[in-house]
Protein backbone atom coordinates (compact mmCIF):
# COMPACT_ATOMS: atom_id res chain seq x y z
CA UNK A 1 0.00 0.00 0.00
CA UNK A 2 1.41 3.40 -0.88
CA UNK A 3 2.24 5.83 1.51
CA UNK A 4 2.66 8.67 -1.01
CA UNK A 5 -0.30 11.72 -0.73
CA UNK A 6 -0.77 12.94 -4.02
CA UNK A 7 -1.22 10.93 -7.18
CA UNK A 8 -2.15 11.06 -11.04
CA UNK A 9 -3.74 9.12 -13.30
CA UNK A 10 -2.36 9.35 -17.35
CA UNK A 11 0.33 11.24 -19.01
CA UNK A 12 0.66 14.31 -16.86
CA UNK A 13 -0.27 17.49 -18.61
CA UNK A 14 0.97 20.46 -16.40
CA UNK A 15 -0.64 22.90 -18.82
CA UNK A 16 -4.18 21.64 -17.21
CA UNK A 17 -3.14 20.01 -14.40
CA UNK A 18 0.18 20.92 -12.46
CA UNK A 19 1.59 17.65 -10.72
CA UNK A 20 3.73 17.47 -7.73
CA UNK A 21 7.29 16.19 -8.43
CA UNK A 22 6.64 13.53 -5.77
CA UNK A 23 3.06 12.03 -7.05
CA UNK A 24 2.40 8.60 -7.94
CA UNK A 25 1.28 7.38 -11.17
CA UNK A 26 -1.57 5.40 -10.89
CA UNK A 27 -2.79 4.89 -14.20
CA UNK A 28 -2.60 0.84 -15.44
CA UNK A 29 -1.72 1.91 -18.86
CA UNK A 30 2.22 3.25 -17.26
CA UNK A 31 4.38 -0.13 -16.30
CA UNK A 32 4.71 0.09 -13.05
CA UNK A 33 2.56 2.27 -11.84
CA UNK A 34 0.56 1.75 -8.68
CA UNK A 35 -3.08 0.11 -8.79
CA UNK A 36 -5.25 3.12 -7.80
CA UNK A 37 -7.79 0.54 -6.24
CA UNK A 38 -4.62 -0.29 -3.69
CA UNK A 39 -5.20 3.35 -2.07
CA UNK A 40 -5.78 3.47 1.03
CA UNK A 41 -9.29 5.45 2.08
CA UNK A 42 -8.64 9.28 2.93
CA UNK A 43 -4.72 8.86 2.79
CA UNK A 44 -4.37 11.66 -0.74
CA UNK A 45 -4.04 15.51 -0.42
CA UNK A 46 -4.27 15.78 -4.13
CA UNK A 47 -5.40 13.77 -7.09
CA UNK A 48 -5.12 14.44 -10.75
CA UNK A 49 -6.82 12.55 -13.69
CA UNK A 50 -6.87 12.33 -17.29
CA UNK A 51 -9.83 11.08 -17.35
CA UNK A 52 -10.58 8.00 -19.74
CA UNK A 53 -12.84 8.33 -22.86
CA UNK A 54 -15.07 5.24 -21.66
CA UNK A 55 -17.87 5.88 -18.66
CA UNK A 56 -17.93 2.97 -17.09
CA UNK A 57 -13.88 3.11 -16.39
CA UNK A 58 -14.25 7.21 -16.15
CA UNK A 59 -16.22 7.07 -12.96
CA UNK A 60 -14.51 3.95 -11.41
CA UNK A 61 -11.38 6.12 -11.55
CA UNK A 62 -13.39 9.27 -10.47
CA UNK A 63 -14.71 7.20 -7.64
CA UNK A 64 -11.63 5.74 -6.41
CA UNK A 65 -10.03 9.11 -6.44
CA UNK A 66 -12.53 11.14 -4.26
CA UNK A 67 -12.02 7.18 -2.17
CA UNK A 68 -8.30 7.74 -1.90
CA UNK A 69 -8.59 11.84 -1.52
CA UNK A 70 -9.02 12.88 2.83
CA UNK A 71 -12.14 15.07 2.86
CA UNK A 72 -11.79 17.82 1.38
CA UNK A 73 -8.83 16.95 -0.83
CA UNK A 74 -8.70 18.70 -4.28
CA UNK A 75 -9.47 16.46 -7.31
CA UNK A 76 -8.53 17.89 -10.63
CA UNK A 77 -9.80 15.92 -13.41
CA UNK A 78 -9.49 16.65 -17.24
CA UNK A 79 -10.38 15.51 -20.95
CA UNK A 80 -11.01 16.39 -24.29
CA UNK A 81 -14.55 17.35 -24.73
CA UNK A 82 -15.44 15.20 -27.09
CA UNK A 83 -13.74 12.41 -24.93
CA UNK A 84 -15.86 12.75 -21.84
CA UNK A 85 -14.40 15.79 -20.92
CA UNK A 86 -17.88 17.87 -21.24
CA UNK A 87 -19.56 15.32 -18.86
CA UNK A 88 -16.90 15.60 -16.06
CA UNK A 89 -18.65 17.97 -13.81
CA UNK A 90 -22.14 16.39 -14.33
CA UNK A 91 -20.35 13.16 -13.26
CA UNK A 92 -18.30 14.66 -10.29
CA UNK A 93 -21.34 16.61 -8.81
CA UNK A 94 -23.29 13.29 -9.36
CA UNK A 95 -20.51 12.59 -6.45
CA UNK A 96 -21.67 15.14 -4.48
CA UNK A 97 -19.17 17.45 -5.28
CA UNK A 98 -19.03 21.43 -5.64
CA UNK A 99 -17.28 21.13 -9.12
CA UNK A 100 -15.49 24.67 -10.41
CA UNK A 101 -14.81 24.24 -14.36
CA UNK A 102 -12.60 25.72 -16.91
CA UNK A 103 -11.56 25.11 -20.62
CA UNK A 104 -7.89 25.24 -22.12
CA UNK A 105 -6.63 23.62 -25.31
CA UNK A 106 -9.89 21.92 -26.16
CA UNK A 107 -10.23 20.11 -22.67
CA UNK A 108 -12.29 20.56 -19.49
CA UNK A 109 -10.74 20.67 -16.47
CA UNK A 110 -12.92 20.53 -13.15
CA UNK A 111 -11.74 21.28 -10.02
CA UNK A 112 -13.50 19.65 -6.41
CA UNK A 113 -12.64 19.41 -2.94
CA UNK A 114 -13.74 15.72 -1.47
CA UNK A 115 -16.83 16.41 0.38
CA UNK A 116 -17.42 14.74 3.86
CA UNK A 117 -20.03 12.27 2.48
CA UNK A 118 -19.28 11.53 -1.53
CA UNK A 119 -22.61 9.79 -2.70
CA UNK A 120 -22.33 6.75 -5.35
CA UNK A 121 -19.06 6.21 -5.19
CA UNK A 122 -19.08 1.92 -4.56
CA UNK A 123 -21.68 1.45 -6.79
CA UNK A 124 -19.05 2.85 -9.79
CA UNK A 125 -16.15 0.97 -8.30
CA UNK A 126 -18.85 -2.21 -8.60
CA UNK A 127 -19.47 -1.55 -12.09
CA UNK A 128 -15.97 -0.60 -13.09
CA UNK A 129 -14.38 -3.52 -11.40
CA UNK A 130 -12.70 -6.57 -12.70
CA UNK A 131 -15.71 -9.58 -13.52
CA UNK A 132 -16.21 -12.35 -15.84
CA UNK A 133 -17.84 -11.41 -18.94
CA UNK A 134 -18.05 -13.10 -22.37
CA UNK A 135 -17.13 -16.94 -22.87
CA UNK A 136 -16.75 -16.56 -18.82
CA UNK A 137 -13.37 -15.03 -18.93
CA UNK A 138 -12.39 -12.37 -16.67
CA UNK A 139 -12.22 -8.79 -17.72
CA UNK A 140 -12.66 -4.95 -16.65
CA UNK A 141 -14.48 -2.22 -18.45
CA UNK A 142 -11.42 -0.44 -19.87
CA UNK A 143 -9.49 -3.14 -21.09
CA UNK A 144 -9.29 -3.87 -25.12
CA UNK A 145 -12.91 -4.88 -26.59
CA UNK A 146 -13.58 -5.40 -22.62
CA UNK A 147 -17.00 -7.63 -23.50
CA UNK A 148 -16.92 -9.26 -26.14
CA UNK A 149 -14.67 -10.73 -28.67
CA UNK A 150 -13.41 -8.07 -31.31
CA UNK A 151 -14.49 -9.28 -34.98
CA UNK A 152 -10.22 -9.60 -35.91
CA UNK A 153 -9.55 -11.60 -33.21
CA UNK A 154 -12.30 -14.03 -33.97
CA UNK A 155 -10.64 -14.56 -37.72
CA UNK A 156 -7.22 -15.31 -36.22
CA UNK A 157 -8.96 -17.73 -34.42
CA UNK A 158 -10.26 -19.30 -37.21
CA UNK A 159 -7.33 -19.54 -39.28
CA UNK A 160 -4.65 -19.86 -36.82
CA UNK A 161 -3.20 -23.68 -37.25
CA UNK A 162 -1.94 -25.96 -34.41
CA UNK A 163 1.03 -23.77 -33.67
CA UNK A 164 4.31 -26.09 -31.87
CA UNK A 165 7.40 -24.63 -29.77
CA UNK A 166 8.04 -21.11 -28.36
CA UNK A 167 6.21 -18.03 -29.17
CA UNK A 168 4.75 -14.86 -27.47
CA UNK A 169 1.57 -13.11 -27.87
CA UNK A 170 2.37 -9.37 -28.49
CA UNK A 171 -1.01 -7.20 -26.89
CA UNK A 172 -2.73 -10.09 -25.69
CA UNK A 173 -5.59 -8.44 -24.07
CA UNK A 174 -7.28 -11.05 -21.81
CA UNK A 175 -5.65 -13.73 -23.42
CA UNK A 176 -8.83 -14.84 -25.88
CA UNK A 177 -5.64 -15.51 -28.78
CA UNK A 178 -3.40 -17.34 -26.27
CA UNK A 179 -6.12 -19.80 -24.69
CA UNK A 180 -6.72 -20.78 -28.14
CA UNK A 181 -2.50 -21.42 -28.91
CA UNK A 182 -2.09 -23.16 -25.49
CA UNK A 183 -4.55 -25.18 -26.64
CA UNK A 184 -1.86 -26.96 -28.93
CA UNK A 185 0.08 -29.63 -26.69
CA UNK A 186 3.23 -29.09 -29.23
CA UNK A 187 3.25 -25.20 -27.35
CA UNK A 188 6.04 -25.31 -25.05
CA UNK A 189 5.94 -21.89 -23.66
CA UNK A 190 3.73 -18.63 -24.40
CA UNK A 191 5.05 -14.97 -23.04
CA UNK A 192 1.93 -12.68 -22.82
CA UNK A 193 2.58 -9.11 -23.10
CA UNK A 194 0.38 -6.08 -22.69
CA UNK A 195 0.54 -2.57 -21.67
CA UNK A 196 -2.52 -2.42 -20.19
CA UNK A 197 -1.72 -3.91 -16.27
CA UNK A 198 -5.86 -4.89 -15.99
CA UNK A 199 -5.47 -6.72 -19.24
CA UNK A 200 -2.87 -8.78 -17.89
CA UNK A 201 -4.24 -9.13 -14.39
CA UNK A 202 -7.09 -10.43 -16.42
CA UNK A 203 -5.01 -12.78 -18.44
CA UNK A 204 -3.30 -14.16 -15.62
CA UNK A 205 -6.65 -15.14 -14.46
CA UNK A 206 -8.01 -16.74 -17.78
CA UNK A 207 -4.45 -18.64 -18.35
CA UNK A 208 -4.08 -20.92 -15.81
CA UNK A 209 -0.91 -23.33 -17.71
CA UNK A 210 2.64 -23.34 -16.67
CA UNK A 211 4.01 -22.65 -20.17
CA UNK A 212 2.26 -19.47 -19.93
CA UNK A 213 4.27 -16.04 -18.99
CA UNK A 214 2.90 -13.00 -18.15
CA UNK A 215 4.84 -9.59 -18.61
CA UNK A 216 3.54 -6.24 -18.26
CA UNK A 217 5.10 -3.80 -20.32
CA UNK A 218 5.79 -2.31 -23.80
CA UNK A 219 6.19 -4.82 -26.76
CA UNK A 220 8.51 -2.94 -27.74
CA UNK A 221 10.75 -3.22 -24.83
CA UNK A 222 9.83 -6.32 -23.95
CA UNK A 223 10.72 -7.80 -27.35
CA UNK A 224 14.55 -7.09 -26.53
CA UNK A 225 14.58 -10.24 -23.86
CA UNK A 226 12.86 -12.54 -26.47
CA UNK A 227 14.81 -14.06 -29.27
CA UNK A 228 14.91 -17.14 -31.72
CA UNK A 229 10.79 -17.43 -30.93
CA UNK A 230 9.14 -20.19 -33.26
CA UNK A 231 5.96 -17.98 -33.58
CA UNK A 232 4.35 -14.43 -33.02
CA UNK A 233 0.67 -13.98 -32.90
CA UNK A 234 -0.76 -10.19 -32.69
CA UNK A 235 -3.74 -8.40 -33.33
CA UNK A 236 -1.91 -4.98 -32.46
CA UNK A 237 -3.24 -2.15 -31.64
CA UNK A 238 -3.44 1.42 -33.64
CA UNK A 239 -4.30 3.92 -30.97
CA UNK A 240 -2.50 5.75 -28.94
CA UNK A 241 -4.24 8.25 -26.75
CA UNK A 242 -7.24 8.62 -29.00
CA UNK A 243 -5.99 9.07 -32.36
CA UNK A 244 -5.02 6.13 -34.86
CA UNK A 245 -1.04 5.37 -34.44
CA UNK A 246 -0.41 3.32 -37.59
CA UNK A 247 3.71 3.37 -36.67
CA UNK A 248 2.53 1.29 -33.28
CA UNK A 249 1.39 -1.65 -35.30
CA UNK A 250 4.68 -1.26 -37.39
CA UNK A 251 6.82 -1.23 -34.76
CA UNK A 252 5.01 -4.38 -33.25
CA UNK A 253 5.62 -6.11 -36.80
CA UNK A 254 9.48 -5.19 -36.71
CA UNK A 255 9.74 -6.43 -33.26
CA UNK A 256 8.04 -9.49 -34.10
CA UNK A 257 11.13 -9.82 -36.95
CA UNK A 258 13.70 -9.37 -34.41
CA UNK A 259 12.23 -11.92 -31.54
CA UNK A 260 11.47 -14.59 -34.08
CA UNK A 261 14.18 -17.57 -35.80
CA UNK A 262 14.63 -17.87 -38.86
CA UNK A 263 11.66 -19.37 -40.13
CA UNK A 264 9.56 -18.55 -37.89
CA UNK A 265 6.13 -17.18 -38.32
CA UNK A 266 4.31 -14.29 -37.57
CA UNK A 267 0.65 -14.41 -37.40
CA UNK A 268 -0.93 -10.97 -37.24
CA UNK A 269 -4.27 -9.45 -37.57
CA UNK A 270 -5.42 -6.01 -38.98
CA UNK A 271 -8.18 -3.92 -40.23
CA UNK A 272 -7.97 -4.05 -43.93
CA UNK A 273 -7.26 -0.53 -44.32
CA UNK A 274 -3.53 -0.25 -42.09
CA UNK A 275 -0.93 -0.54 -44.62
CA UNK A 276 0.86 -3.45 -43.05
CA UNK A 277 2.22 -5.34 -46.51
CA UNK A 278 5.36 -3.26 -47.03
CA UNK A 279 6.82 -3.52 -43.96
CA UNK A 280 6.33 -7.13 -43.49
CA UNK A 281 7.75 -7.95 -47.04
CA UNK A 282 10.48 -5.61 -45.86
CA UNK A 283 11.60 -7.73 -42.83
CA UNK A 284 10.38 -11.44 -43.95
CA UNK A 285 11.17 -13.68 -46.65
CA UNK A 286 7.79 -15.04 -47.44
CA UNK A 287 4.04 -12.99 -46.70
CA UNK A 288 1.08 -14.80 -47.42
CA UNK A 289 -2.55 -13.52 -46.61
CA UNK A 290 -4.18 -15.88 -44.87
CA UNK A 291 -7.70 -15.04 -44.11
CA UNK A 292 -10.06 -12.22 -45.18
CA UNK A 293 -13.20 -10.91 -43.90
CA UNK A 294 -15.38 -8.29 -42.84
CA UNK A 295 -13.06 -5.49 -43.69
CA UNK A 296 -9.88 -7.60 -41.46
CA UNK A 297 -7.12 -9.24 -43.17
CA UNK A 298 -4.79 -11.88 -41.61
CA UNK A 299 -1.36 -12.59 -42.51
CA UNK A 300 0.82 -15.30 -41.93
CA UNK A 301 4.89 -13.61 -42.49
CA UNK A 302 7.50 -16.48 -42.38
CA UNK A 303 11.05 -15.20 -41.28
C1 LIG B 1 -6.17 -4.79 -30.62
S1 LIG B 1 -5.86 -5.20 -28.92
C2 LIG B 1 -5.76 -6.98 -29.01
C3 LIG B 1 -5.97 -7.65 -27.66
C4 LIG B 1 -6.07 -9.19 -27.70
N1 LIG B 1 -4.90 -9.79 -28.30
C5 LIG B 1 -7.28 -9.61 -28.46
O1 LIG B 1 -7.10 -10.06 -29.60
O2 LIG B 1 -8.41 -9.49 -27.93
C6 LIG B 1 -4.21 -4.64 -28.72
C7 LIG B 1 -3.65 -4.81 -27.32
O3 LIG B 1 -2.33 -4.23 -27.31
C8 LIG B 1 -2.12 -3.58 -26.08
N2 LIG B 1 -1.08 -2.56 -26.31
C9 LIG B 1 -1.21 -1.29 -26.78
N3 LIG B 1 0.00 -0.72 -26.92
C10 LIG B 1 0.92 -1.64 -26.50
C11 LIG B 1 2.33 -1.65 -26.40
N4 LIG B 1 3.06 -0.61 -26.79
N5 LIG B 1 2.93 -2.75 -25.91
C12 LIG B 1 2.19 -3.83 -25.52
N6 LIG B 1 0.85 -3.88 -25.62
C13 LIG B 1 0.22 -2.81 -26.10
C14 LIG B 1 -3.49 -3.02 -25.70
O4 LIG B 1 -3.57 -2.81 -24.31
C15 LIG B 1 -4.41 -4.13 -26.20
O5 LIG B 1 -4.68 -5.07 -25.18
Given at each position: MSTARTAFYGPADHDLAPVAAEAIQVS?????ATDVASIADQSLDAIAIRAPAGVVERLFVLAHALRALTVEGRLTAFGPKDRGGLRLKKELEAFGCVVGESSKKHNRICVALRPAEPVGLAEAIEAGAPRRASDDLWTQPGVFSWDRLDPGTALLLKVLPELSGAGADF?????WLARSVL??????KLTLVDLDRRAIDAACRNIEDTRAEFVWDDVRQAALTLEKLDFVVTNPPFHETGGEDRSLGQAFIKTAAASLRKGGDLWLVA?????YEAILNEHFAKVRLAGETNGYKVYEARK
Open positions: PLVVGGCGIGASPKVTNRHLP
